[in-house]
């Protein structure tokens, strides 16, 4: 007997508002999968001292509850007529995606690279929810990393996080103190998932978001418009106008042709520290030193491949467009192309180069277009767009073209401070992250405890020799580094010692003089502020009190306040000569702003007001 339909469930189901649908920019990461392109990212966690399988299982049950998509899955709209909603998983059993296994022998750091990268290699159950993790005994033969320690290999779909969000994910799995073994753990909370909601259900609630925004298209695409006029106009007043167009030829090299399912990967680990010393000697930010690090070690790859082009690689830049408050776990990013000068030798000119580079790149008009190209992708039909990347991928149709870019480095800051599990200290963190047809290599550059570990992931077709490749990003920050110390003692040899006068004072006794004739300001933006200022071999610090009626502003330093601003003078000069955007200068990395949540806010409305009066 046929199953009566009820249309009174059907309904319900169809304006449950629980049921949530992937965005546009999430779905590009789902129907770029392929065969060969399995697009998860993970992470090699490893963790010093014999910890228990059954202790690691009991903790990441029972913080399951606090990560809701690590209990759902992925439901398609019949046809592919829309994006796919997120549900609870009815047959979620945490066994299906924890897996102990053993390092064979001989258990070194080349057994694990291999093993993690098989593990790398192979595809998640798009059936099932998104991630698993592989739990690694017999760590016995690693240099500096205690017999018997433990590896965690964990993966989760791109479709569900990006770098970002997926730094926020180990701040839920781990403890940020030693103590954890001592704490009473909590106990798994039940799981009660909700029934899977039927075809009829999805379509009826695909076309209700329709019908409920039938302009949505249209709109997106005026705001998208007028954000475009609007960047062009900025452009023409900016900084800009001083260089030239941003387009340039991307030259087709080894890295952009058909890739293999194997992956292989390797990784340098550099000291923070003195990346930070680098980039304080040269200006700019940590992520320019990276990507002048990474530019040294692939003009060096490709000249003794000899495939060495004659122009300068392009490396797309994901930069986070995550709000500072946001605890969404999905991908917030948008891109910028980046000249890595693999055309010119001397190190110290390559640096200088991608400095120009990324200050171009970073501009506003592309901030601005970030958040509006989001949006585009949200309106693209998911049948349609999924179409296209099959076809792109089978017919090779990336050879008919040439790429937009070479290869990909991002740079995420992970936690400043060690991490603990069940009392266990994480002794280091490395990033994969997925390669697709015509993008065969991806550098992921991930800060954790006073170190940068920078992993490249690449395939056994473009990069076998991967650990060759890590060796020479070692170099070439080797190289890098002496040549800035050479440049230092040269200036110590020529110049004589004096007082360095800032630029940007006068930005200071005008904020002053707005404050006076704006009390309200003053009221409303209350608190403690510290602005450093780097003048290169110095430092002059800043305390703005708003604490009282009148504010006081005045150059003081050795403070404890609850929001400590750091910035280079020339960057604040230029911000306060319109030449930059604050706004530009947060996602460059050139503005430093640390502090509790409530006071950044407090002060960033408060500059933002001063720097539009």
Same mark, same amino acid.
């Given at each position: 007997m046929a199953k009566k339909i009820d249309l009174k469930d059907i309904m319900q !189901? &169809?304006?449950d508002s629980s049921i949530q649908q992937i965005s546009g920019s999430d779905a590009a990461f789902l129907y770029a999968e392929s065969p060969t392109s399995p697009m998860h990212i993970a992470t090699l966690n490893i963790v010093e001292g014999s910890l228990k399988y059954e202790d690691f299982k009991e903790i990441i049950a029972s913080k399951l509850h606090l990560i809701p998509k690590f209990r759902q899955r992925l439901l398609n709209v019949p046809m592919n007529l829309d994006y796919p909603y997120w549900v609870d998983d009815p047959n979620f059993d945490i066994d299906l995606h924890l897996n102990r296994i053993r390092l064979p022998d001989p258990s070194n750091w080349k057994t694990l690279r291999y093993l993690t990268s098989k593990l790398f290699s192979a595809p998640l159950d798009l059936r099932r929810s998104l991630w698993s993790i592989h739990f690694i005994e017999g760590i016995d033969e690693?240099? *500096?990393?205690p017999k018997g320690s433990v590896a965690i290999v964990t993966k989760v779909h791109h479709v569900m996080i990006d770098g970002s969000s997926?730094?926020?994910l180990m701040g839920v799995l781990y403890d940020s103190d030693e103590k954890g073994k001592q704490k009473?753990?909590? #106990? +798994?909370?039940?799981? @009660? /998932?909700? /029934?899977l909601p039927d075809d009829i259900s999805l379509l009826l609630k695909s076309g209700y978001q329709f019908l409920k925004n039938p302009f949505r298209i249209p709109k997106i695409v005026a705001e998208s418009t007028f954000s475009f006029i609007k960047s062009k106009a900025a452009k023409k007043l900016s900084i800009q106008r001083e260089f030239s167009s941003t387009k340039f030829p991307v030259p087709i090299t080894i890295f952009n042709g058909s890739i293999s399912a194997k992956r292989t990967w390797g990784t340098a680990l550099l000291s923070f520290e003195r990346v930070s010393a680098l980039r304080k000697t040269m200006g700019g930010s940590i992520n320019d030193v990276i990507l002048a690090i990474c530019a040294g070690a692939i003009r060096r790859y490709l000249i003794e491949k000899e495939k060495l082009p004659i122009h300068p690689l392009v490396a797309n830049v994901p930069i986070s467009i995550r709000a500072e408050n946001s605890t969404k776990m999905d991908n917030q990013i948008a =891109? $910028? $192309?980046? *000249?890595?000068?693999?055309?010119?030798? !001397? +190190?110290?000119?390559?640096?200088?180069y991608i400095q120009e580079q990324t200050m171009l790149g970073k501009s506003s008009h592309n901030i601005m277009g970030a958040k509006a190209l989001a949006k585009m992708a949200d309106v693209v039909p998911f049948g349609? %767009?999924?179409? &296209? %990347?099959?076809?792109? @991928? #089978?017919?090779?149709i990336k050879d008919l073209h040439r790429p937009p870019f070479n290869v990909t480095i991002t740079n995420v800051p992970g936690p400043r401070g060690l991490l603990y599990l069940n009392g266990h200290k994480v002794v280091s963190i490395f990033g994969l992250t997925p390669v697709v047809d015509g993008f065969g290599l991806i550098i992921a550059a991930f800060s954790y405890n006073g170190l940068v570990s920078i992993t490249t992931t690449s395939d056994a077709k473009t990069m076998p020799d991967a650990d060759?490749? @890590?060796?020479?990003?070692?170099?070439? &920050?080797?190289?890098?580094?002496? *040549?800035?110390? =050479?440049?230092?003692k040269g200036k110590l040899a020529n110049e004589s010692t004096k007082q360095v006068k800032s630029k940007s004072t006068p930005f200071f006794r005008t904020l002053k003089k707005y404050l006076k004739d704006n009390p309200k300001q003053v009221k409303t933006h209350k608190g403690l502020y510290q602005i450093q200022v780097d003048l290169g071999d110095t430092t002059d610090g800043w305390e703005l009190d708003l604490t009282k009626a009148a504010a006081v502003i005045k150059k003081k330093k050795n403070l404890d306040p609850k929001v400590l601003v750091e910035i280079e003078d020339e960057n604040l000069f230029a911000l306060y000569k319109g030449k930059l955007l604050l706004e530009e200068l947060k996602i460059q990395g050139r503005i #430093?702003?640390?502090g509790t949540a409530a006071s950044k806010a407090k002060l960033l409305k408060l500059l933002t007001a001063f720097l539009e009066r």
């Open positions: !189901d &169809a304006f690693i240099a *500096q990393v997926g730094v926020g009473k753990r909590s #106990k +798994p909370k039940p799981f @009660s /998932p909700e /029934p =891109n $910028m $192309m980046i *000249q890595l000068a693999t055309h010119i030798e !001397d +190190p110290l000119e390559r640096l200088e349609v %767009a999924n179409l &296209a %990347a099959g076809l792109y @991928s #089978k017919y090779n060759v490749f @890590s060796k020479y990003i070692r170099e070439s &920050a080797n190289e890098l580094e002496e *040549q800035i110390k =050479n440049l230092g #430093k702003i640390t």
